[in-house]
């Protein structure tokens, strides 16, 4: 099992690096994602039941939400270290 290493032991480099992949995945994630929501929005259109439907969604962006949080955190430290 891999440690987590906290953000302040990393060097720049890596924060760097890390946030790019971070990045990149959640630009990956966000355009699947809404190919998927257009089609949900059409089958929600097209279906007898759009409540259940409509859920899925909503409950999809909320999986993005740790990543949205990590970014957050390797951005602030990288804030942090610029500033000192």
Do not use: D, H
């Not at 929501?37 to 909503?58: D, G, Q, R, S, W």
Request: aromatic fraction near 4%; proline fraction near 5%.
């Amino acid at each position: 099992m891999k440690k987590v290493i906290p953000l302040t032991e990393l060097s720049i480099e890596e924060l760097y690096k890390k946030k790019q992949m971070i990045k990149g995945a959640l630009i990956g994630l966000g355009l699947v994602m809404l190919a998927a929501f257009i089609v949900l929005i059409y089958l929600v259109i097209t279906a007898k039941t759009p409540k259940v439907l409509a859920a899925v969604p909503i409950s999809c962006m909320l999986a993005l939400l740790p990543a949205f949080i990590s970014l957050g955190q390797i951005n602030n430290e990288i804030k942090n270290r610029n500033s000192k």
